[in-house]
């Protein structure tokens, strides 16, 4: 099974990495907090102390063109809450 992770940059993430040295990434559906502690920790080499999960949502979406009406939806992720080991950090712009 393959997992996949990418890290979520927005203020609200950047707030809780400044303020708790906690991340934020959406990982797959189907992972559980084991398979994403190993994956961080592999990927970034720091040492995971905690992972909280939550379920986002899909959101129903519309919109008014010419054509009319158009209807849709966004759709559902898991988004993971990394809480990473005093004195450690990761860099996700090391790779650009």
């Known amino acids: 099974m393959d997992i996949t992770i990418e890290p979520i940059v927005t203020e609200k993430a950047t707030k809780l990495t400044d303020k708790l040295n906690r ?3 959406r990982v797959s ?3 559980n907090k084991y398979q994403i502690k190993t994956l961080v920790e592999k990927l970034y080499g720091v ?6 999960t939550a379920v986002v949502r899909g959101k129903n979406k519309s919109r008014w063109t010419k054509s009319g009406l158009l209807k849709g939806a966004t759709s559902a992720y898991k988004k993971a809450f990394i809480t990473v080991a005093d004195g450690e950090t990761i860099d996700f712009y ?3």
Do not use: G, R, W
């Open 29 to 31: 559906p189907e992972a």
């Open 47 to 52: 040492k995971v102390k905690d992972v909280n």
């Open 23 to 25: 991340y934020t990434f």
């Open 94 to 96: 090391s790779n650009i």
